[in-house]
């Protein structure tokens, strides 16, 4: 363990309490401009409002407060080395699940997350919309709200409710387009929903029993999979192998026996 995974690991509950703080903060942002934002196209069906400006700052300016000599990556453009070689790194995503937001869809929230040697160690979810503050990190566990939370017992893939994401600008032919269709006659349902860290967030609560995508950056990542982990269950890449949060490959899963049964069934769409 370097010495700067023992400053954070030391003082978990410090972490946890400022990052909540800031999620709380750009949350507030986001509900502050609801209806009022402007909206301009990063690409299409990329969206970008005044918004995601506003919470990033937000949530910059109480995590750089409390931690200055700390590294910073936000989705809007956002990319500041630390006061030293390694330092811990703020990933942040103000607005994840923009596309909901902009539409009225109460489906989005502010992610935050902490990156020590290229690991996610802690994480803070906000869901503005029905006041969900959900928090992980060693020794402290998952909670929501300040409760305790887990995922689910569900074993089977047919018997789960799970969750895709999907590249933008896809078509019937793309490789996650035809993941999605092989689970979706196998699982009870599957479902996309338009925010990978609320979908995180979902898992390691029970709510849902799965979820992967391979189009998902590190700022929709970081916050949610200690979650997971810390909520007891696992993650991996889509085909089974070992998780990075700077790669764009994700499955996570309640931890049961289902999650090798998943992987199998993604495996085999990669092949049809």
């Given at each position: ?6 400053v ?12 909540s ?30 918004a995601?400006h ?65 690991e ?153």
């Amino acid at each position: 363990m370097s010495g700067q995974a023992e400053v954070v690991l030391g003082d978990v509950e410090h972490h946890l309490a400022v990052a909540s703080d800031a999620a709380r903060a750009g949350g507030a942002e986001l509900v502050s401009w609801a209806g009022r934002f402007s909206v301009r196209e990063k690409g299409r069906a990329d969206l970008v409002t005044d918004a995601d400006h506003a919470s990033q700052a937000a949530v910059v300016a109480v995590l750089d407060a409390a931690f200055p000599e700390y590294a910073f990556l936000g989705e809007e453009g956002l990319s500041r080395e630390g006061a030293s070689p390694g330092a811990p790194r703020w990933v942040i995503d103000p607005l994840d699940g923009t596309s909901n937001y902009v539409h009225g869809f109460p489906y989005y929230g502010v992610s935050i997350g902490l990156v020590v040697d290229a690991e996610p160690v802690l994480g803070v979810v906000y869901d503005p919309c029905r006041d969900e503050l959900f928090a992980a990190g060693p020794g402290v566990g998952a909670t929501c709200n300040g409760g305790p939370i887990s995922v689910s017992g569900c074993e089977a893939v047919a018997s789960s409710l799970l969750v895709a994401s999907l590249p933008r600008n896809t078509d019937p032919e793309d490789v996650a387009v035809r993941r999605f269709l092989t689970a979706l006659p196998l699982a009870e349902s599957v479902q996309r929903t338009g925010s990978a860290a609320l979908n995180l967030c979902y898992v390691a609560a029970g709510r849902l029993d799965g979820f992967w995508s391979t189009s998902l950056k590190p700022w929709d990542q970081a916050g949610g999979v200690p979650l997971v982990t810390e909520a007891g269950g696992s993650v991996s890449t889509v085909a089974g192998g070992l998780f990075s949060v700077t790669e764009p490959d994700l499955l996570v899963t309640n931890g049961t026996a289902m999650h090798g049964e998943l992987v199998e069934i993604l495996r085999l769409s990669r092949s049809a």
